[in-house]
């Protein structure tokens, strides 16, 4: 059953591998003929003979394709792909020779005892169909390492551009006039009353600035450093909203060195202030955890006060963007998930998962379970 599903997984073949199929194929067919035909006077059972050897062959390769892919021997290194193709071609070739002559023996009988060949010509033909086989697979693999190079180089192309947009959003985002004004009016109605806390103002606002100018196109920082980014934004919000913001950061040690795509974290929580938070005369609250479990899995949680309206076909630019830069990097290994909360009631939590390909180092915490 497991065979059989793996089997239908495969993605049907496009309309480049028929024409080459037809080609490869429709070639050998014509080359027989044109050999036979030397020995033989072209006739109308020549060529259903022609026919009956090669429409054999073009369903065995079509099945061969569907095997190499469904046990995932294109993936294999060439050593041990070598040895299992070895075995496995001297048995296709056999079996075609089977199929062949029964063919032949049954439905054509073009020698006058009902015989087509002896055994020394079956032999011969499984060498030259075995041949034919090899021939085969080194097209198809050829094929199969220069699509995937190419398809490789548009993904690589694709992140940076994903990437370059980002970085474009993030510099609207947070270096437009109405952040800038708000910010810096703070600041200055500080200096005379706490000039140490406009200083810190001032620094949390020219490391927020300088991480979305340098972003460049890095596809991934520590989340240590994404967190540091966080927490100036949070405090320069926090100078902007007083007591309507409260919020918590718990981040797992061993999880600061694993990369992630940059202002992933940085988008999230802006969101839950812009559409949670800020709105509210009340104000609420802002939580971000993040774990990392035994199974080498990121899991990241911001949670804030807020209802969210799921919108399919008409997502955030910036939450698309992060989930078109995760699936570049990490394939369907990462997800974001964003929904209301089902276990607490008037919030909104977005989930972040992430693969770890290598393993972390511990650092000291990063936990700020107070209020501001």
């Not at 596809?219 to 007083?242: F, K």
Request: glycine share 6%; net charge neutral.
């Amino acid at each position: 059953m497991a065979a059989l599903k793996s089997y239908a997984a495969v993605p049907a073949p496009g309309r480049l591998y028929w024409r080459l199929q037809a080609l490869g194929w429709g070639l050998y067919l014509l080359l027989n003929i044109a050999m036979f035909s030397l020995m033989t006077p072209l006739s109308g059972k020549l060529l259903l003979m022609q026919l009956a050897i090669v429409a054999p062959l073009v369903l065995i390769s079509h099945g061969l394709r569907y095997h190499l892919r469904a046990s995932g021997w294109v993936k294999l290194a060439p050593v041990p792909l070598l040895s299992r193709l070895l075995v496995l071609n001297v048995l296709l070739a056999v079996l075609s020779q089977v199929i062949i002559w029964a063919i032949i023996y049954f439905l054509i009988r073009p020698a006058a005892d009902g015989r087509p060949h002896g055994w020394g010509q079956f032999v011969f033909y499984v060498f030259n169909v075995n041949f034919l086989l090899w021939l085969w697979e080194g097209f198809y693999f050829g094929w199969h390492y220069l699509s995937s190079f190419r398809q490789a180089e548009v993904d690589k192309w694709k992140l940076a551009a994903a990437v370059q947009e980002a970085e474009m959003r993030t510099l609207k985002a947070q270096i437009n006039p109405h952040f800038m004004f708000n910010g810096l009016n703070n600041i200055r109605a500080l200096v005379m009353e706490d000039p140490g806390r406009a200083r810190d103002m001032i620094t949390h606002l020219a490391d927020l600035l300088r991480y979305s100018i340098q972003l460049n196109s890095a596809e991934q920082v520590p989340l240590g450093r994404e967190l540091e980014i966080v927490e100036h934004y949070l405090q320069l919000e926090a100078m902007q909203l007083e007591e309507r913001l409260h919020y918590t950061l718990d981040v797992d040690p061993a999880a600061l060195h694993v990369p992630i795509p940059p202002m992933t974290l940085q988008l999230l929580v802006e969101n839950a202030i812009k559409h949670g938070v800020a709105p509210r005369p009340a104000g609420g609250f802002v939580q971000l955890t993040a774990q990392l479990n035994d199974s080498g899995t990121l899991h990241v949680r911001v949670r804030n006060t807020g209802q969210y309206a799921p919108q399919p076909d008409h997502p955030g630019v910036g939450v698309r963007n992060a989930r078109e830069r995760l699936a570049l990097l990490f394939g369907q290994a990462a997800q974001l998930v964003i929904q209301n909360d089902p276990t607490q009631p008037d919030t909104v939590v977005a989930c972040l998962q992430l693969p770890v390909h290598a393993p972390t180092a511990a650092s000291p915490s990063f936990s700020h379970p107070a209020a501001v």
